[in-house]
């Protein structure tokens, strides 16, 4: 059950009831591609981060070690030891990562392994079945993600065939939950909105996927190539034609500024490797921009990451210390180094819920991009 408690323009604050949880949005997905954060950081670890939801890949959990071993062991969220809400993505996104890979029909999508070569042939019954086995808290349609610049012949076709994706999608995951084995009976189906910086497909489509009342609806294809003006534009255009009533994801997506930017156009899921990536090269952020930690600078330099924060890393250790470790490649550096990344994200997400509980978002939006905007203009980073 969706709910929204309150609203400041578009943005909205709501309430996801899952079977593995309630999600309070606007939400940040911390992501765990194989089942774990790239960084050394354990699934229960996550809860002092305030992680809400964990989203794992089905295309690479499908490869390794097999959704079927993943099924034998009682689903992804008791194989990694996680106990709130998982979201699959589909595999729909390696069609475009993996794009020298792939061969793509009506059928569904053929792919080269990118661990061994071997073929694998994914449709949308065969997503549906992973992630069924993986069984999740949420599994996301298989769909095309074309290139945000691709031609508008191509993209019109790949939306369609997207379109036709989705009806089977939804008629079999409606299948497998009814399945005496299945790991999650009461798993939800997400649609995706697709359609490049076209506006008018983009519309035309979540209005076609509006009318199948599915549980949720991604925005994808977005944040693939297109400047964040188009990215903020076709928010701006196509969120108004989803269902005000049903949550609202914005995938890969994306920066602090990106985040707040999407709230503020209605979305209440992101997701983005940014926090842990980043973090495993140094790049850590905080309310006054980011800091590489790699910078001689911080060489002597004994305050913590950011002065008041209460993630691992910042209550028991200084900046010198964790630069120490990333210079040495000490795995511990880029273990704190991610920890302060999602601690800082997950709770930006809830200082974004306070603010529209207070009705007060605009205002708290401004400063906060104020504060994000300041070390980089004065170029201390």
């Known amino acids: 059950m969706y709910e929204v408690i309150k609203q400041e323009g578009r943005a909205k604050r709501a309430r996801l009831t899952t079977v593995h949880g309630t999600i309070e949005t606007p939400v940040f997905m911390n992501v765990g591609t194989v089942a774990a954060i790239k960084g050394g950081v354990s699934s229960p670890e996550l809860h002092s ?3 809400q939801v964990e989203l794992c890949n089905t295309f690479h959990l499908h490869v390794r070690p097999g959704d079927k071993i993943v099924k034998q062991l009682g689903g992804v969220r008791k194989f990694m030891n996680w106990d709130g809400p998982v979201l699959t993505d589909s595999g729909g996104f390696q069609v475009f990562s993996l794009a020298k890979l792939r061969k793509i029909k009506e059928e569904g999508v053929t792919f080269r392994s990118h661990i061994d070569g071997h073929k694998i ?3 949308p019954e065969e997503s549906m079945q992973i992630q069924s086995n993986l069984g999740s808290t949420i599994a996301m349609a298989f769909d095309e993600c074309p290139n945000a610049l691709a031609e508008r012949h191509y993209v019109e076709q790949s939306v369609d065939r997207t379109t036709r994706w989705l009806v ?3 008629a079999e995951m409606a299948r497998l939950n009814s399945l005496p084995d299945t ?7 997400f649609g995706i909105n697709q359609g490049a910086i076209y506006p008018d497909i983009r519309i035309r489509h979540a209005e076609e996927i509006s009318a199948l009342d599915l549980d949720g609806y991604g925005i994808g294809g977005l944040a693939v190539g297109e400047t964040h003006e188009q990215m903020y534009h076709i928010l701006d255009e196509v969120v108004p034609h989803l269902p005000v009533n049903k949550p609202t994801y914005l995938m890969g997506v994306g920066t602090p500024a990106n985040i707040l930017e999407g709230v503020e156009r209605g979305v209440d899921f992101f997701d983005c490797v940014y926090p842990s ?4 090269h140094g790049h850590v952020y905080t309310n006054h921009g980011h800091l590489n930690l790699f910078n001689a600078k911080y060489e002597l330099d004994e305050r913590p990451i950011e002065e008041g924060c209460q993630c691992p890393a910042c209550r028991n250790h200084s900046r010198a210390y964790i630069r120490h470790l990333l210079k040495a490649n000490e795995m511990l550096g ?11 994200y997950n709770n930006m997400m809830e200082e ?11 205002s708290y939006k401004k400063r906060k991009l104020a504060g994000l905007m300041a070390t980089v203009q004065t170029g201390s980073t």
């Open 49 to 51: 981060l305030k992680t």
């Open 121 to 123: 042939f994914m449709g």
């Open 168 to 170: 089977r999608c939804k």
């Open 183 to 189: 790991v999650n009976p009461h798993q939800m189906l």
């Open 277 to 280: 990536r980043n973090g495993r």
């Open 334 to 344: 880029m273990r704190l180094a991610v920890m302060h990344n999602l601690y800082f």
């Open 352 to 362: 974004i819920r306070d603010a529209l509980d207070a009705g007060e978002f605009a």
